[in-house]
Structures are given as structure tokens and as C-alpha cells.
């Protein structure tokens, strides 16, 4: 791979049969990647990535913060996402049965007992994101059933390390990460179309995607969208 570095960045150099050059940063480590004509020399390259470093700076410190606040210690001021919002976490300790409650479109307030540990708070959040999952996914599940023309016999709510999603075939049963309970209801719904599609086609290959573009014809963009909340696993499937 050719390099250059700029301001102390290491940037990957791709030389392609193409009409412009492309900048990327990507997560989760901020590496930088410019594509280019096979006609633009070195230098220009280097001044086209300096004109563009603060925006290259700025997408790294992003990715940097966003990792910093994969590990969650449930206290108040934290950022936690809901259906694709942002909300600040205000924690409140008394002697009652926890609940948590989204309080002006801004706030999650978690009320735990007093003295609890950080096991016990994001057990509670997590039994809520699970109970808010599994209330949309009626609804979600039957649109696309109906607009597929397919049938689950079941579906399930899944904390799983390495895929959005699952289908076992035979037993026309989908599972469904419970991290999608954190992002936007179109992420959501292309991962039950895709699993759903898997009833129709067991591969990935190509009916499968003549399928996807049928029924989701913007399915990439919310592939993108999902792949940049890949944060702290490197490996996601689904
Ligand atoms: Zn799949």
C-alpha cells in the first residue's frame, strides 16, 4: 500500500481508473484513505489532503470520542442513543423498583436503587432496550412480512457480539441484534428485510440482492449508515 503523511497522519494512497479523488476516514481507528485518477501525481495528492485536513481531523476526533464512549459506565451525563437520538443519561439513586423514562427528548433518566453497581444499572437499560425492541417489532415485522410475502413461525431479540441479525431457514425463525434498539428505525428495518429475504434466498449472492433492491432500493445507504456505528467489533455479519 503507498502512504503519505500529512500533519503527522499516515494516509493510504489507492490508485484507480477514476474521475476524482475520494477522501475516507474510517472507523473505528480513523484511518485515512485517498483514491485517486491514475493521473494525479504525489504533490497533488499532498496538497489535495491538506486543504482537506481539518475535515479529516475533525472525523478522527469523532471516532475517537465514539470509541471512548462505547465503554459505559451508567452515570449521569453519559451520551446513550435511542432509535438513532442522542440522549443524556441522568441517573437517579432511590429505594424503588428501577424504571427508566425519556423526559423532554433530551433526557433518560435511569432510577436505580441506592448503592447500585454499574452491572445492575445497565441491566436495567438493557431490559429496557429490549422491551422497547420487542414492542416495535410487531408492527415492523408484519409491514414486511406482507410486502414480501413471507412468514416467520418466530422471531427473537438477541444480544449478539458479531451480526445485526440471523435466520435459520428451516425453522423460519429471525433473530435480531438488541443493539439495533440503539439506532434508526431504518437500520432496523433493513435488517429484518434482509433477514426476511433470507427465507426467499439462503445466500448472499445474486437474487439476493435483485431481491433486496426490489423491496429496499436504498438498502446500501443503511448499510453504510449501520457499518459506521461499528465501533468495537470488527467483524460484523448478518
Ligand atoms: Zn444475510
Known amino acids: 500500500m503507498r502512504q503519505i503523511t500529512v500533519s503527522n497522519i499516515t494516509i493510504d494512497v489507492v490508485r484507480k481508473d477514476i474521475e ?4 475516507a476516514v474510517y472507523p473505528p ?17 499532498r496538497l489535495f489532503a491538506i486543504s482537506k485536513l481539518g475535515w479529516i481531523k475533525k472525523h478522527r476526533k469523532n471516532f475517537a470520542n465514539q470509541a471512548r464512549q462505547t ?23 432511590r429505594n424503588a423498583t428501577p424504571k427508566v423514562e425519556i423526559r423532554n427528548k433530551k433526557y433518560i433518566d435511569l432510577y436505580v436503587r441506592l448503592n447500585s453497581t454499574v ?9 429496557w432496550y429490549r422491551q422497547r ?24 431479540v438477541k444480544q449478539m457480539k458479531t451480526k445485526w441479525g440471523t435466520c435459520k431457514r ?37 437474487r439476493f440482492i435483485v431481491l433486496m433492491n426490489k423491496f429496499i432500493p ?7 449508515e449501520l457499518n ?7 467483524d460484523w455479519n448478518y
Open 228 to 234: 459506521q456505528y461499528i465501533l468495537s467489533y470488527n
Open 71 to 93: 465503554k459505559r459506565e451508567y452515570v449521569s451525563g453519559e451520551s446513550h442513543y435511542v432509535e438513532g437520538h442522542r440522549y443524556l443519561l441522568n441517573v437517579i439513586y
Open 20 to 23: 476524482n479523488l475520494h477522501l
Open 133 to 156: 425492541l420487542k414492542e416495535r417489532l410487531p408492527a415492523l415485522i408484519g409491514k414486511w412480512q406482507s410486502i414480501i410475502g413471507v412468514q416467520v413461525n418466530n422471531y427473537e
Open 170 to 206: 428451516e425453522a423460519k425463525r429471525i433473530w435480531l441484534n438488541l443493539e439495533l434498539a440503539k439506532k434508526p428505525v431504518h437500520c432496523l428495518e433493513y435488517i429484518i428485510v434482509h433477514e426476511l429475504v433470507h427465507l426467499l434466498e439462503g445466500h448472499h449472492n445474486e
Open 218 to 224: 436504498q438498502w446500501r445507504f443503511h448499510q453504510t
Open 29 to 45: 481507528t480513523g484511518r485515512v484513505r485517498i483514491a485517486t485518477p491514475l493521473s494525479v501525481n504525489d504533490e497533488a495528492i
Open 119 to 127: 452491572e445492575q444499572r445497565e441491566r436495567v437499560m438493557t431490559k
